[in-house]
Protein backbone atom coordinates (compact mmCIF):
# COMPACT_ATOMS: atom_id res chain seq x y z
CA UNK A 1 0.00 0.00 0.00
CA UNK A 2 1.08 3.58 -0.92
CA UNK A 3 2.62 5.46 2.24
CA UNK A 4 1.95 9.20 2.48
CA UNK A 5 4.21 11.70 4.66
CA UNK A 6 3.41 14.98 5.44
CA UNK A 7 5.28 18.04 5.86
CA UNK A 8 5.12 21.90 6.09
CA UNK A 9 2.92 22.92 8.82
CA UNK A 10 3.87 25.09 11.35
CA UNK A 11 1.88 28.49 13.39
CA UNK A 12 1.62 31.59 10.96
CA UNK A 13 0.07 35.09 11.69
CA UNK A 14 -3.53 35.33 10.42
CA UNK A 15 -3.26 36.52 6.80
CA UNK A 16 -0.32 34.64 6.33
CA UNK A 17 0.64 31.56 4.11
CA UNK A 18 2.05 28.06 4.30
CA UNK A 19 2.31 24.92 1.88
CA UNK A 20 1.98 21.65 3.18
CA UNK A 21 3.72 18.70 1.44
CA UNK A 22 2.70 14.87 0.95
CA UNK A 23 5.75 13.09 0.05
CA UNK A 24 3.96 9.64 -1.37
CA UNK A 25 6.11 5.93 -1.94
CA UNK A 26 4.27 5.58 -4.80
CA UNK A 27 3.85 7.00 -8.23
CA UNK A 28 1.42 10.14 -7.99
CA UNK A 29 0.36 9.57 -11.39
CA UNK A 30 -1.10 5.96 -10.63
CA UNK A 31 -3.31 7.51 -7.51
CA UNK A 32 -6.50 7.91 -8.87
CA UNK A 33 -7.68 10.18 -6.04
CA UNK A 34 -5.57 12.57 -3.80
CA UNK A 35 -7.19 14.64 -1.23
CA UNK A 36 -6.73 17.18 2.06
CA UNK A 37 -8.62 16.86 4.70
CA UNK A 38 -8.13 18.65 8.21
CA UNK A 39 -9.03 17.97 11.56
CA UNK A 40 -9.34 20.92 14.07
CA UNK A 41 -9.59 19.89 18.20
CA UNK A 42 -12.64 18.26 19.18
CA UNK A 43 -13.79 18.54 15.57
CA UNK A 44 -14.86 15.83 12.69
CA UNK A 45 -12.14 15.31 9.97
CA UNK A 46 -13.04 17.33 7.33
CA UNK A 47 -12.81 17.20 3.17
CA UNK A 48 -10.20 20.30 2.41
CA UNK A 49 -9.43 19.84 -1.57
CA UNK A 50 -8.96 16.94 -3.41
CA UNK A 51 -6.85 16.25 -7.37
CA UNK A 52 -7.71 13.36 -8.92
CA UNK A 53 -4.64 12.21 -11.65
CA UNK A 54 -6.14 13.85 -14.57
CA UNK A 55 -5.94 16.91 -12.81
CA UNK A 56 -8.95 17.69 -12.18
CA UNK A 57 -9.31 19.96 -8.40
CA UNK A 58 -12.12 20.25 -6.11
CA UNK A 59 -12.21 22.79 -3.06
CA UNK A 60 -14.34 22.95 -0.03
CA UNK A 61 -16.32 26.40 0.16
CA UNK A 62 -14.28 27.20 2.95
CA UNK A 63 -10.95 27.55 1.39
CA UNK A 64 -12.13 28.29 -2.19
CA UNK A 65 -9.86 31.22 -3.44
CA UNK A 66 -7.49 30.72 -0.99
CA UNK A 67 -5.96 27.50 -1.09
CA UNK A 68 -4.53 25.76 -4.31
CA UNK A 69 -3.89 21.77 -4.20
CA UNK A 70 -1.31 20.76 -7.03
CA UNK A 71 0.91 17.63 -7.81
CA UNK A 72 4.08 17.26 -8.93
CA UNK A 73 4.68 13.68 -10.27
CA UNK A 74 8.74 14.07 -10.88
CA UNK A 75 8.90 13.95 -6.81
CA UNK A 76 5.74 12.12 -5.96
CA UNK A 77 4.22 14.91 -3.89
CA UNK A 78 1.23 16.38 -3.57
CA UNK A 79 0.88 20.43 -2.57
CA UNK A 80 -1.63 22.28 -0.79
CA UNK A 81 -0.70 26.31 -0.85
CA UNK A 82 -2.53 28.04 1.55
CA UNK A 83 -2.88 31.77 1.38
CA UNK A 84 -4.93 34.56 3.47
CA UNK A 85 -4.77 31.73 6.12
CA UNK A 86 -7.34 32.19 8.95
CA UNK A 87 -7.71 31.55 12.64
CA UNK A 88 -10.20 28.88 11.71
CA UNK A 89 -7.84 27.43 9.64
CA UNK A 90 -5.85 25.98 12.56
CA UNK A 91 -5.91 21.89 11.98
CA UNK A 92 -4.45 19.13 11.76
CA UNK A 93 -3.89 18.55 8.22
CA UNK A 94 -3.48 15.38 6.35
CA UNK A 95 -3.04 13.79 3.09
CA UNK A 96 -4.73 11.13 1.46
CA UNK A 97 -5.48 9.06 -1.19
CA UNK A 98 -7.65 6.55 -2.85
CA UNK A 99 -7.85 4.27 -5.55
CA UNK A 100 -10.87 4.92 -7.47
CA UNK A 101 -11.96 4.79 -11.37
CA UNK A 102 -15.13 7.17 -10.70
CA UNK A 103 -15.03 10.43 -9.33
CA UNK A 104 -13.17 11.64 -6.50
CA UNK A 105 -14.88 10.84 -2.88
CA UNK A 106 -14.93 13.73 -0.30
CA UNK A 107 -15.48 11.45 2.54
CA UNK A 108 -12.91 10.73 4.94
CA UNK A 109 -14.12 7.02 5.56
CA UNK A 110 -13.75 6.73 1.96
CA UNK A 111 -9.84 7.08 1.88
CA UNK A 112 -7.72 4.05 3.02
CA UNK A 113 -4.39 5.75 2.95
CA UNK A 114 -3.16 8.78 5.03
CA UNK A 115 -0.28 10.21 6.04
CA UNK A 116 0.29 11.37 9.64
CA UNK A 117 -0.97 14.48 9.97
CA UNK A 118 1.07 17.85 10.02
CA UNK A 119 -0.27 20.59 12.44
CA UNK A 120 -1.23 24.12 11.28
CA UNK A 121 -1.76 26.98 13.90
CA UNK A 122 -3.26 30.34 12.57
CA UNK A 123 -2.71 33.07 15.13
CA UNK A 124 -5.62 36.21 15.19
Known amino acids: QVQLAESGGGSVQAGGSLTLSCLAS????????MGWFRQAAGKQREWVSG???????AYADSVKGRFTISRDNSKNTLYLQMNSLKPEDTAIYYC??????????????????WGQGTQVTVSS
Open 26 to 33: EYTYRINC
Open 96 to 113: SAQYRWSSCSITATSYPY
Open 51 to 57: ISSGGNT
